[in-house]
C-alpha cells in the first residue's frame, strides 16, 4: 500500500465519522450535570463527619492527659490549676480550625465546643466522659463519645453535653445496636 492510498483511506474514514449532532452533547452535559448535583448533595455530610474526627483526635489527647492526672493523683482534674495542667494550651480559645474549645469537667468529662465556621455544627458540642467500674478500682477506664451509654458493671462520671446530631457521629460515640 503506498502513501497516497494511506491517505486516501484516511481521508474516507473521516468523512465517513460525523461529528456528534446537538443532541448527544446535550445528553452528555445532562449526565455530568447530574452526577455533580449528586456529588455535591453529600458534600456538606462528608465535611460535618471530617469536622467531628477534628474534635476526636483532641479529646484523645485531653483524655490521656487526664488519666495521667488521675493516675498522679488518684481524683480528676477538679479546679483551674489542675485542669490547666491537663489542656496546655488546648483550653484557650482557638483549639482547632473548627474546635473552638475544651472545658474539663471535674467529674472526668471533656466538652469540645465548635465554632461558628463549622458549617451544620456551629454551636453544638461533642463530650468524652469516663467510665469506672463499679466493681473493681483495678478495672480500666473507659471513655464515652457522644451518645454511647456505658456497658454493663461501668458508670459514666461526668454528664454528656453533646448536641451534635447522631447522624453525624461516627459508631464509637452512638450506642450499641442490639443483633436480633
Known amino acids: 500500500m503506498t502513501l497516497r492510498e494511506v491517505l486516501e483511506d484516511m481521508k474516507e474514514q473521516q468523512s465517513a465519522?460525523?461529528?456528534p449532532d446537538d443532541l448527544q452533547c446535550l445528553a452528555v452535559l445532562v449526565v455530568i450535570g447530574l452526577l455533580f448535583v449528586n456529588a455535591m448533595s453529600f458534600y456538606p455530610v462528608h465535611r460535618a463527619r471530617a469536622t467531628v474526627a477534628e474534635a476526636l483526635?483532641?479529646?484523645s489527647v485531653l483524655a490521656m492527659g487526664m488519666m495521667e492526672y488521675r493516675a498522679s493523683t488518684g481524683r480528676w482534674p477538679d479546679d483551674d490549676a489542675a485542669q490547666a495542667s491537663v489542656s496546655g494550651s488546648h483550653g484557650e480559645e482557638g483549639l482547632g480550625k473548627y474546635a473552638d474549645?475544651?472545658?474539663i469537667d471535674s467529674g472526668g468529662g471533656i466538652r469540645i465546643a465548635f465554632r461558628d465556621n463549622a458549617g451544620r455544627?456551629?454551636?453544638?458540642a461533642l463530650s468524652f466522659r469516663a467510665?469506672?467500674?463499679t466493681a473493681s478500682d483495678d478495672a480500666p477506664v473507659l471513655w464515652l463519645c457522644g451518645y454511647r451509654p456505658p456497658p454493663a458493671g461501668y458508670r459514666a462520671?461526668?454528664?454528656n453535653h453533646t448536641t451534635v446530631s447522631a447522624s453525624l457521629l461516627p459508631a464509637v460515640c452512638l450506642a450499641?445496636?442490639?443483633v436480633t
Open 57 to 59: 483526635s483532641f479529646g
Open 131 to 133: 467510665a469506672v467500674s
Open 101 to 103: 474549645r475544651a472545658d
Open 17 to 19: 465519522s460525523r461529528p
Open 157 to 159: 462520671e461526668a454528664e
Open 176 to 178: 450499641p445496636v442490639p
Open 121 to 124: 455544627l456551629a454551636g453544638t
